[in-house]
């Protein structure tokens, strides 16, 4: 299948702002690209591309004063396959794990470990290592948090969405992180594009989706503990330890967000 994906930002700028920008289907993905959805602005500016320490496609530029539209349309071609599932995937020993996975097992901004360790394997302990722990801690954090966007805000961490009991999808993955990292698995946080395809629209505005990646029997494995089943069409964007990793957006100045969409629509 094809899936049209792209995004509108509108910001009003008091002065002009240096910002960054992680934006555009990730590299992982290269080869199913139809046409890129690569960030342009209204007015245009120069933007230049990098790679960032985890590979993720990142862009900088100047925001002049005033008002700027920031936008990307795109295709992605897509294999039309749900979210694989293994319950047979096992959980390595630390002593076995890649070096460069050893980062995703250590506390980050948004993901507490050190604070998190003690209930985590008091809830969790006494599971099945591998894919079963994984999803325990995924069906924990489904049934635990209460989702709305009423509850998010940009500085909130894994152990206060745990002990609000609420949140968005950024802070479902985030306590589901925390949770896999304090019981030695590696889990990085992803954020990228997911759309209705497959289940009946939710009738909200759609938006940036946020989910997490766990490291089983040698390779990475895609988890959603907030719409809990595997879906169709995940676009990956960004990959990182956590959301501080992979902003959509960072400006080096203050702003108004005037608007914000998103589309992720089979073609």
Aim: with cysteine; proline share 9%.
């Amino acid at each position: 299948m094809k899936i049209r994906v792209g995004y509108e930002l509108v910001y009003d700028f008091p002065q002009p702002t240096p910002m960054i920008l992680v934006l555009g289907t990730h590299p992982s993905r290269a080869a199913d690209v139809i046409v890129p959805d690569d960030p342009t602005t209204d007015p245009a500016v120069t933007i230049s591309p990098y790679r960032d320490v985890y590979g993720n496609r990142c862009s900088r530029l100047v925001a002049p004063a005033g008002r700027m539209r920031l936008s990307g349309d795109g295709l992605v071609r897509d294999s039309g396959r749900l979210d694989e599932v293994v319950p047979s995937a096992r959980q390595l020993p630390v002593e076995e794990l890649p070096s460069e996975t050893i980062v995703y097992l250590l506390g980050s901004r948004y993901c507490e470990t050190d604070s998190l360790s003690e209930t985590a394997w008091k809830l969790f302990g006494s599971t099945p290592p591998g894919w079963a722990r994984v999803q325990a801690i995924c069906d924990h954090v489904h049934a635990h948090l209460t989702f709305g966007y009423e509850h998010a805000r940009p500085t909130k961490t894994a152990r206060e969405a745990f002990e609000e009991g609420n949140g968005v999808c950024r802070d479902y993955a985030h306590l589901a992180i925390a949770f896999c990292r304090c019981l030695n698995i590696p889990a990085r946080y992803c954020t990228g594009y997911l759309g209705d395809i497959g289940i009946p629209p939710p009738g909200t505005p759609m938006d940036f989706a946020g989910w997490f990646e766990a490291y089983l029997d040698g390779r990475w494995y895609t988890f959603d503990p907030r719409n809990h089943v595997p879906r169709i069409g995940r676009i990956l964007i960004g990959r990182g330890r956590d959301a501080s990793d992979v902003p959509i957006t960072h400006t080096f100045g203050p702003n108004t967000l005037v608007s914000f969409k998103v589309w992720t629509d089979e073609a």
